[in-house]
């Protein structure tokens, strides 16, 4: 039997224990004034309650109490539970196509089957392409009265301004200590644990501004029994933190490029989020420019001011382009390569020999690192690759020549497509475009035991059109 996670267990259930003050405070004015806008958009990181806070006011306009949420009815259990069939929450990421908002718009005629309203939790809204938020906006300029909309997003600044300005904008920032350690102390009560305000700050230091990382990092300490006094609660913290955002930046102001890529591969597997870990980053390198310019005292001493500017101006950009990326470290590995720059390339230059593929404009290993690199993200695009060679790249378009029919059709499917650009963007340190022509396999190899049979060399043939070599 699977035990309820603490965040899951005490999320928020009512305006009252949202711990965000600002939040907090601004919804209960809205909803004391008995006037709840139809479109909500709430805006912030990952990790602060938006999906809780939605969840609320979604129990709010459909509690059967005189004083929602009363957290007992069958609205408020059903909404809390997550199975009302009147509140459907979305994931944009997923759903955002024209199509797929058409479709919503077409259940939103129908009125609610129990609840008053129905009331659609969209997010990751910043996700819907450009077609599907303009179909999305004429529901939200005139909805049904029976309708309400909540938008949830990490990116408000990616929503088209007519959607944002159709909505009533909440802002979720990231948690202050103190916040995280209220959140941490309602948790520590129902579980019953005696545990000291100064450790639950310290917890709520490693927690990075999230409510749920904060109460994800006191479940583990929890689980593996750690004595909950501050010395082994900091000792226990620091052997657990997965990224130091110092030691990376030492790493970059080294250009330690190979040195580099494995830490951003360290962390990811210990479950870091990239988005986390570029913040965290930049946090650092803003202190290191503001020292530079006279203010603060956190300076970086292995940067110049211009390369500090440089390298910041390449982290956020690299940051604006995680959430859509097929590989969630990729935009960060990318500003990595484009940051290490001539070093890298010189260093690689002197390890490996400049072997020519054919005329393809790169060599045999970086072929290679590509076909590596795909493999991870996908295993049938690399099996693709097996009957495929570059025959070209201009430094911009990369060719491939494909053996088979099917191989090429394959390959030029547009998720197929957009992962292996995005992995030779990676391998090759410059945006490129993969396309494909169909040319003719290498000469066969002689087998030791040549085969007699037509039937069965028809059937290898057949096997090696589908599958490749």
């Not at 390959?411 to 993969?434: F, N, Q, Y």
Request: charged residues 30%; proline residues 4%.
């Amino acid at each position: 039997m699977n035990k309820t996670t603490f965040y899951l267990k005490y999320r928020s259930q009512t305006l009252n224990e949202l711990d965000l003050d600002s939040v907090r405070e601004t919804l209960t004015k809205i909803v004391s004034s008995k006037n709840i806008p139809h479109a909500l958009l709430f805006a912030g990181p990952k990790g602060t309650g938006k999906t809780s806070a939605a969840r609320i006011i979604a129990k709010i306009v459909n509690c059967d109490s005189k004083n929602p949420p009363c957290n007992k009815c069958d609205q408020c259990k059903s909404i809390a539970s997550g199975n009302n069939i009147d509140v459907i929450e979305l994931d944009a990421a997923s759903n955002r196509g024209i199509d797929d908002v058409r479709a919503l718009r077409d259940t939103l005629k129908l009125t609610p089957a129990k609840a008053k309203k129905k009331v659609y939790i969209i997010d990751e809204a910043h996700m819907l392409t450009t077609e599907a938020s303009n179909a999305l906006l004429k529901t939200l300029e005139e909805p049904p009265s029976h309708v309400m909309f909540i938008l949830a997003t990490t990116n408000p600044e990616k929503l088209i301004e007519t959607v944002r300005s159709r909505t009533t904008f909440i802002e979720f920032k990231k948690a202050t200590i103190n916040e995280i350690v209220r959140s941490l102390t309602r948790v520590a009560k129902g579980e019953k644990i005696k545990i000291d305000k100064e450790i639950l700050s310290s917890i709520a230091k490693a927690a990075g501004g999230s409510f749920r990382d904060a109460t994800k990092i006191f479940e583990r300490i929890v689980s593996e029994r750690i004595k909950l006094n501050k010395e082994d609660v900091d000792e226990y913290l620091f052997k657990t933190k997965a990224f130091d955002a110092f030691n990376f930046s030492d790493i970059l102001a080294k250009k330690e490029v190979k040195k580099a890529l494995a830490e951003i591969e360290g962390f990811v597997q210990k479950g870091v989020g990239v988005q986390n870990a570029i913040e965290s980053i930049l946090t650092v390198l803003r202190k290191a420019l503001v020292f530079k310019v006279g203010v603060g005292d956190e300076d970086l001493p292995n940067f110049s001011k211009d390369e500090l500017i440089a390298l910041i101006e390449l982290l956020a950009e690299a940051s604006y382009k995680v959430a859509p990326s097929p590989i969630e470290q990729l935009s960060l590995e990318l500003a990595v390569v484009k940051w290490c720059g001539e070093k890298a390339d010189s260093e690689e230059q002197a390890e490996k020999p400049n072997i020519k593929s054919g005329s393809a404009g790169i060599t045999d290993d970086v072929w290679k690192s590509i076909l590596m690199q795909v493999r991870p993200v996908n295993t049938s695009i690399e099996a693709l690759l097996r009957a495929a060679r570059p025959v070209n790249f201009d430094g911009k378009t990369l060719t491939l020549g494909v053996y088979y029919k099917f191989h090429k059709e394959r390959l030029e499917e547009g998720a197929h497509r957009k992962i292996l650009e995005e992995v030779a963007t990676g391998v090759l340190g410059s945006p490129v475009r993969v396309v494909c022509t169909l040319t003719e396999p290498p000469p066969k190899k002689t087998e030791d035991v040549p085969l007699t049979e037509s039937k069965d060399n028809d059937i290898i043939k057949i096997a090696e059109e589908i599958f490749g070599n």
